[in-house]
């Protein structure tokens, strides 16, 4: 339900696994910005995360983005595990800026 009110009342897009994983993310200037990707506890580690941004990049590409933005607040619970999943899938460390820690990815 709270995946139709972000759709319904913003801008923003979300691409879902089941009812297990979401992506949720939107044009900012020349990215596509990836705000949340969530994945169940049960189902974490299974590439589903990755699964999804590569959903998500696809549909960059095809839209003419060559770069896909993330960021993590590293004062909230997991943003370590958040970190190493970006790294991992390929992000590089981009600017910290007002709390957040911003990161880049070419497609």
């Not at 995946?3 to 949720?24: G, Q």
């Not at 993310?25 to 974490?44: A, C, N, T, W």
């Not at 619970?77 to 999943?85: D, P, V």
């Amino acid at each position: 339900m709270w995946l139709d009110y972000i759709t319904e009342r913003t801008d923003k897009k979300v691409k879902k696994i089941e009812d297990v994983a979401f992506c949720v993310y939107f044009p900012q200037g020349e990215y596509l910005y990836i705000e949340d990707i969530f994945v169940s506890k049960s189902h974490r580690r299974s590439g589903i995360g990755s699964k999804l941004a590569d959903m998500v990049a696809e549909e960059a590409k095809a839209d003419g983005y060559t770069k896909l933005l993330g960021s993590v607040d590293p004062r909230t619970k997991g943003a370590t595990e958040s970190m190493m999943g970006l790294f991992a899938y390929g992000f590089k460390l981009f600017a910290v800026e007002n709390g957040l820690v911003y990161l880049t990815k070419e497609i």
